[in-house]
């Protein structure tokens, strides 16, 4: 491969690099062709976009960004496909789920809530980070339960404030 093609590959990875709050470094390596063709897909069906690069020209890659991710240099060794994700814990969940299958693919490393994690031993971590959006869910759950227990709370007592109400307007007369 010309200089000027791995510039260009180099470029591109940058920009996706950068273009991705999250990534994951993972090894498909072993995995057959029927096995590699239906992870893409379950990537594709998840918003995750995995490209198998070359070690390299990830490592030059990872020094233009805008990420200190210098930790992550130990683990360009091997066969390497890194996943694009705008959700943290989603190739997580997808890795999780195709694993009860096949042995692989392993994850090597993740970036993921600006930060690192190292390690297949960190699938579980992975899956349980909770995304913004679940977050903010359980966020505005949380806020609503006091104003659900007053609302309610007024509503079963209607009746005997109204009955509290007509006894002192009855008093006074």
Known sequence: MKREEKDIIVNNLVD???????FYLTDTSEL???????LRRRCFESKIKMVVVKNTLLK????????????????????????????????AKVIK?????FEKPLIKAAYVEES??????????????????????????????????????????????AGVLETLSDKKE
Do not use: C, W
């Open 16 to 22: 996706q690099l950068n273009g991705s709050p999250h």
């Open 97 to 101: 789920e195709f694993r009860k299958k």
């Open 116 to 161: 690192i994690y190292i390690g297949n031993d960190q699938l579980e971590n992975l899956v349980n980070i909770k995304s913004k959006e679940e977050l903010l869910g359980d966020i505005i759950g949380l806020l609503q339960s006091p104003m659900k227990t007053v609302i309610s709370q007024l509503k079963s007592g209607n009746n005997v404030l």
């Open 32 to 38: 057959n062709a029927e096995a590699t063709s239906l």
């Open 60 to 91: 030059r890659a990872l020094d233009k960004t805008d990420y200190n991710v210098e930790e992550l240099y130990d683990v360009l060794k091997g066969s390497t496909a890194i996943m694009f994700t705008k959700t943290g814990n989603t190739p």
